[in-house]
């Protein structure tokens, strides 16, 4: 398609240097949107959860761009400033802080990097001015009953690796890019630390999809720089990726997983335990080192996680025949054997956190929606139509976890016996 096409311009007339630049910039666009892995959000699936939530204006919070980013060399791929948007917390929760991680796929190429540059997951010039909290981020005690007046915070994603890519790699792979996520992500920290941070009280570091995943590879660093008397906590929204093999076979998620490491460097910002007995490709996966986090953690993830099933499970490279082409987009599509194969797939699941599950300090919530990446949606985390295991939400089941009321090991029934799906 890209090659017909750029033909096709350069039979049309010769080319000045603006031609070029237009056409170049075209190219890697292409390039990105055929990547096989992108920005969840963006995914058309035919999904409640896709439904863009009502917002007044005091919803809105303002984008700041890091102070400490610039002297930390902490950029985003094209080497803009990284940022964040903080609503100050108040009354009982103003020494209580959720710090929650963008999520948006990764890049596992220059190509793909290169694009993902010119978008706002790849440069704060895109980010928007202003974005809405929901979820477990918003203000408003009916929709986030336990942290709503909490200190909150939403880091943006623009590095492609999970907050974890580093500088090194750049000279490796002799790229102008910005490899920089472990520095944005220190960079910020530090940031929030001099805010006051430094003197909380309750901390709980949490992401979605990507972001997920960046939640579990630094939680232990978010705990060990908050006061040894806090209560802190991390919570991973979606960030589950399972190492199972597509359903022709092939390793697509750990060779991909192996090209984002290789290219951005990330060995070093993984758990060293998994790195020094695995391929540290390996250690992208939360199933290989979430039993060595030593900070208590809750997973939030759908056994049917539709990303997962579009990416991992069946990704477009294993659909050629398109005999999936209704099934991953919609599982209300699916036929008899193709459910069989999404019935294995949670099962795989329920194998990959099954020590976990053992963890006394652990909590969970696997429902069996097909979603992805729900705590930022005020539909999935609490509301009346919300999805409920035993008659709870996502945001009564972690709230439970987090102050103790509770142990929380939620796990629902096979799909289609959930209701509230």
Same mark, same amino acid.
């Given at each position: 398609?890209?090659?017909?096409?750029?033909?096709?311009?350069?039979?049309?007339?010769?080319?000045?240097?603006?031609?070029?630049?237009?056409?170049?910039?075209?190219?890697?666009?292409?390039?990105?949107?055929?990547?096989?892995?992108?920005?969840?959000?963006?995914?058309?699936?035919?999904?409640?959860?896709?439904?863009?939530?009502?917002?007044?204006?005091?919803?809105?919070?303002?984008?700041?761009?890091?102070?400490?980013?610039?002297?930390?060399?902490?950029?985003?791929?094209?080497?803009?400033?990284?940022?964040?948007?903080?609503?100050?917390?108040?009354?009982?929760?103003?020494?209580?802080?959720?710090?929650?991680?963008?999520?948006?796929?990764?890049?596992?190429?220059?190509?793909?990097?290169?694009?993902?540059?010119?978008?706002?997951?790849?440069?704060?010039?895109?980010?928007?001015?202003?974005?809405?909290?929901?979820?477990?981020?918003?203000?408003?005690?009916? =929709?986030?009953?336990?942290?709503?007046?909490?200190?909150?915070?939403?880091?943006?994603?623009?590095?492609?690796?999970?907050?974890?890519?580093?500088?090194?790699?750049?000279?490796?792979?002799?790229?102008?890019?910005?490899?920089?996520? =472990?520095?944005?992500?220190?960079?910020?920290?530090?940031?929030?630390?001099?805010?006051?941070?430094?003197?909380?009280? =309750?901390?709980?570091?949490?992401?979605?999809?990507?972001?997920?995943?960046?939640?579990?590879?630094h939680c232990d660093y978010f705990r060990d720089h908050l006061p040894n008397d806090a209560s802190v906590k991390c919570v991973s929204d979606g960030g589950f990726f399972l190492n199972v093999p597509d359903v022709l076979g092939n390793p697509t998620m750990r060779s991909f997983y192996h090209d984002v490491v290789k290219l951005q460097g990330l060995d070093k910002s993984l758990d060293q335990k998994c790195v020094a007995r695995k391929d540290p490709s390996k250690c992208m996966f939360p199933q290989e080192f979430v039993n060595n986090i030593r900070t208590p953690v809750f997973l939030v993830n759908a056994a049917y996680d539709y990303w997962q099933i579009q990416h991992v499970l069946v990704p477009a490279s294993a659909n050629l025949d398109k005999s999936w082409a209704k099934c991953r987009l919609n599982i209300k599509e699916c036929d008899a054997e193709q459910m069989k194969v999404l019935h294995g797939f949670r099962g795989s699941l329920m194998d990959a956190i099954g020590k976990f599950h053992q963890k006394k300090a652990g909590g969970m919530f696997i429902d069996s929606c097909y979603s992805h990446s729900q705590i930022l949606k005020p539909m999935t985390w609490h509301s009346p139509t919300s999805t409920r295991i035993k008659n709870k939400t996502i945001a009564e089941s972690v709230g439970d976890w987090y102050f103790n009321r509770k142990p929380v090991k939620l796990i629902d029934c096979p799909y289609p016996c959930n209701p509230y799906c």
């Open positions: 398609m890209a090659n017909s096409t750029f033909s096709s311009l350069i039979r049309y007339r010769k080319w000045g240097k603006s031609n070029w630049l237009v056409a170049s910039f075209g190219l890697l666009l292409i390039l990105f949107s055929l990547s096989l892995f992108f920005d969840p959000t963006s995914d058309s699936v035919p999904s409640v959860d896709h439904n863009p939530p009502i917002t007044s204006p005091s919803d809105l919070v303002k984008l700041k761009l890091s102070s400490k980013a610039k002297e930390r060399g902490a950029l985003c791929l094209d080497g803009s400033l990284p940022g964040y948007h903080f609503s100050k917390g108040s009354g009982s929760g103003t020494k209580s802080w959720l710090i929650h991680l963008e999520g948006g796929s990764w890049c596992n190429t220059i190509a793909s990097c290169s694009a993902r540059a010119m978008t706002r997951l790849g440069s704060s010039n895109y980010f928007e001015h202003e974005v809405s909290f929901q979820g477990v981020l918003s203000s408003d005690p009916s =929709q986030n009953p336990d942290f709503f007046n909490w200190n909150r915070v939403k880091i943006r994603y623009c590095d492609g690796a999970s907050f974890s890519g580093r500088p090194e790699a750049e000279l490796k792979n002799e790229t102008r890019l910005f490899f920089r996520g =472990q520095l944005i992500w220190e960079a910020i920290m530090d940031e929030l630390l001099s805010m006051g941070m430094s003197d909380a009280k =309750q901390g709980i570091l949490t992401g979605g999809s990507a972001g997920g995943l960046a939640a579990l590879i």
